[in-house]
């Protein structure tokens, strides 16, 4: 079963900010949210991951709702690399149910 | 982000001939390393977790003797596709992670596998 949503797709200009939604209205307390990427032909990378609070690392920014019902990642200069299709996972900190499990996730496409 | 290495990076194949994919954590010890299969235009499916010492749990539908997967050491998962056949083709990445609760998962680069 799908435990998260996103839109197939979206698209921004180079420099700007990409801000992709997520929603998980049935996520458990203990729950993380988890956001990878996977360009192309590659094996996804790990970009950021949350519990209750706002995230920020180098590469993005995860902001979730007080409800914890949905998030989004914020990449806050998009360039023509950051195309990609991100996926966006919410995940049991241990346990059978602590492996990612991958929906079909967005596709961003970052135009010149 | 840590490390994980595959080999090779492609592979191409008779029918019928058995295939290895080797899968290293390079600068962390994974206590349980993950495969996963990938077709076209789709998303990544999970084949197995396997633990450190232990048989691996297989995911509804993967047969455990057409993949074997052996994780012998804390750096070093193999999976062998056994008696490939066109239909095995896919995109295998596999996927490691430490034993600590919560801690993050890190992927592979993947194997591409071509089954003449």
């Known amino acids: 079963d799908a435990k998260t949503t996103q839109p197939p797709s979206m698209d921004c200009a180079e420099g700007r900010a990409a801000n992709l939604p997520c929603n998980h209205s049935?996520?458990?307390?203990?729950?993380?949210v988890y956001w990878y990427r996977q360009i192309h032909s590659q094996g996804p990378q790990y970009i950021i991951h949350?519990?209750?609070n706002n995230e920020t690392n180098e590469m993005a920014s995860l902001i979730i709702t007080e409800d914890r019902k949905s998030s989004t990642l914020i990449l806050p200069h998009a360039t023509l690399r950051d195309t990609a299709v991100y996926y966006c996972i919410v995940r049991y900190p241990t346990g059978a149910n602590s492996k990612l499990t991958f929906g079909k996730g967005i596709t961003l496409s970052v135009r010149p | 982000g840590a490390v994980v290495s595959q080999h090779p990076s492609r592979v191409i194949c008779k029918s019928g001939t058995s295939v290895k994919i080797e899968c290293r954590s390079l600068d962390f010890q994974a206590t349980t390393m993950f495969w996963y299969r990938q077709f076209p235009k789709q998303s990544l499916m999970l084949m197995a977790t396997?633990?450190?010492?232990?048989?691996?749990?297989?995911e509804q539908g993967v047969e455990k003797d057409k993949f074997l997967i052996n994780h012998a050491s804390l750096t070093l998962s193999t999976l062998t596709v056994t008696s490939a056949h066109p239909e095995d083709s896919s995109f295998y990445i596999c996927?490691?992670?430490?034993?600590?609760?919560?801690?993050?998962?890190?992927f592979g680069p993947g194997t591409r596998l071509t089954v003449l």
């Open positions: 049935t996520i458990s307390g203990n729950e993380y």
């Open positions: 996927s490691a992670r430490r034993g600590r609760p919560g801690d993050t998962q890190y």
């Open positions: 949350g519990l209750k």
């Open positions: 396997s633990n450190e010492g232990s048989k691996a749990t297989y």
